[in-house]
């Protein structure tokens, strides 16, 4: 049974300070925007000042320069490689009452519903058979879905096989446990768990979660360090961006980050900044109260990028495809793609899905059309999971800090695993799109002893070998 204890804790988020900063900083002028830029693109972490000047670009000369600053940064250190995974949901019942989740306690319109194994296995082979390698489980909060619970759905889902597909990594995304919870999920081989806090400004976190373990602020804020403590050094936080002001919420991000780097020494793995989406009989959802705009949205992803250049960056199907396409650029590392949020969507899709579902997502192409698409506008799609399989965790930390990185291990396994997704799954179109992206980063490889290597091991995938990395 969990024990919710917060005595003696106190929020690490500078309410007052965050105020402060974003009020002092305003109208900064072009030189200390462009200084900022600078101190990012050689490899820092900005601090809040520096946040908070970037957050008050409001000139539109000003905003261009932030997005040629991600767009550089992305360049320099990441490369063209998009990551992809898919949501899987797992169990939408739940004790808690999120105003803006079409899952919450009060919403009696929700067709509930939790996966058996054998329904996992089903869903789990259904994602195979489309080439995914990549999941993030997902589950409301319940007792039902118990550490042991999650331990048990992850462990049957790395176990189900379908031909020569596999999933090779799992995240997770449920909520908050206590530190021998977090043990017990750990021990099945998990990748990143991901907890977001919503909103870091306390009232309207009162506010927005009214009742039910979710409602106490300070155990939310806190359930990484105990992840961390249960020896869980991969994490996820996230805002949900519609609550409060977003400008906070991104301050909310950093510090957040600055508070595990300090007590840790590790940061955050990946920060996500879901929009809030329409969910089925759930009104907050049709006009939140602090709606981002596209622009701001854009503008929050660059500024993001800039402030903490070692983390990846996750951005959901929950955003419309003109949008996505657009702030790829400024260094998003990791895409849903094909993805279901119904349960049992992935194995049985019925008329009445979206009573099933959290929210509604914005795009809703295959994975086959993302990968062709990406591939068309110059990205590198990647399954790769070889830093997580070698034990080589923070893995966008490695890239970002060790030079060469990504030219000698992502940018081949990158190639190697979407290689293997058009020999088995590809449509026509789609393999042309991938060979001719695949020739292009081939004829760029500066390595030539890396690139001898990967060509032989291209040649084993196409004679039916698969899972190779370098
Ligand atoms: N129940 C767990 C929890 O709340 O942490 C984990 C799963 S919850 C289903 C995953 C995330 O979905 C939440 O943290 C929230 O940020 C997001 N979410 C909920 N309702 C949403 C909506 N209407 N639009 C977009 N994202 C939403
Ligand atoms: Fe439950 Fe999570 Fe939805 Fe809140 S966001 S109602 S905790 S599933």
């Known amino acids: 049974m969990l024990k919710i204890d917060t005595k003696g804790l106190k929020s690490f988020i500078p309410e007052e300070e965050i105020f402060e900063l974003l009020e002092k900083t305003k109208n900064p002028s072009k030189s200390r925007v462009q200084e900022i830029i600078a101190k990012s693109l050689d490899k820092n972490r900005l601090s809040p000042e520096e946040t908070a000047t970037l957050i008050n670009c409001e000139d539109p000369e000003l905003i261009q320069e932030l997005f040629k ?25 739940c004790v808690n009452d999120c105003a803006y989740c079409g899952f919450r306690i009060s919403n009696k319109e929700t067709h509930r519903n939790t996966l058996t194994m054998d329904q996992l296995e089903e869903e789990v082979r259904a994602l195979e058979s489309r080439g995914h390698k990549r999941l993030i489980m997902v589950y409301g909060e319940h007792p039902m879905y118990s550490p ?20 090779r990594r799992v995240n997770i995304n449920a909520a908050p446990l ?19 806090q919503e909103s870091y400004h306390q009232e309207s976190y009162k506010k927005f979660h009214p009742s039910g373990p979710k409602s106490n602020y300070l155990w939310r804020l806190y359930g990484l360090d105990r992840a961390m403590q249960a020896g869980i050094d991969d994490l996820g936080i996230g805002a949900l961006m519609g609550l409060f002001d977003w400008r906070f919420e991104v301050m909310g991000l950093l510090y957040h980050t600055i508070h595990l780097e300090n007590t840790f020494n590790i940061g955050p793995h990946t920060i996500s900044f879901p929009r809030i989406e329409p969910a089925h009989n759930t009104a907050i959802t049709e006009e939140p109260p602090y709606a981002v705009s596209d622009d701001d949205f854009k503008k929050l992803v660059a500024i993001l990028r800039l402030a903490v250049p070692y983390t990846g960056l996750i951005l959901t199907a929950r955003e419309p495809i003109a949008i996505r396409n657009e702030v790829i650029g400024f260094g998003v590392s990791q895409i849903d793609a094909g993805s279901s949020i119904g349960i049992g969507d992935y194995s049985h899709k019925d008329e009445e899905s979206f009573k099933k579902s959290q929210f509604v997502l914005g795009d809703q192409r295959s ?9 068309t506008h110059g990205f590198l799609p990647s399954f790769c999971t070889a830093c997580y399989r070698l034990g080589r965790t923070g893995e966008h930390f490695m890239e970002f800090a060790i030079p060469g990185f990504v030219k000698k291990f992502c940018t081949p396994n990158a190639i190697l695993t979407v290689s293997e997704y058009v020999h088995d799954y590809g449509s026509e179109e789609t393999i042309k799109a991938v060979t001719a992206r695949i020739h292009k980063e081939l004829e760029d490889f500066e390595d030539e002893k890396v690139k001898l290597e990967l060509k032989q091991k291209l ?6 070998e698969r899972d190779l990395y370098f």
């Open 69 to 93: 600053g991600a767009r550089a940064l992305k360049e320099k250190i990441y490369g063209n490689r998009i990551v992809l995974f898919a949501p899987l949901y797992v169990g939408n019942e």
């Open 148 to 167: 042991e619970f999650i331990r048990d759905t992850v462990l049957k889902t790395y176990e189900t096989r379908e031909g020569k597909g596999e999933i």
């Open 178 to 196: 206590d530190i021998e919870g977090f043990k017990t999920v750990k021990s099945a081989g998990i990748g990143t768990y991901q907890i977001f």
């Open 367 to 375: 994975l086959d059309d993302v990968i062709r698409e990406l591939a």
């Open 459 to 464: 040649e084993r995938v196409a004679n039916g």
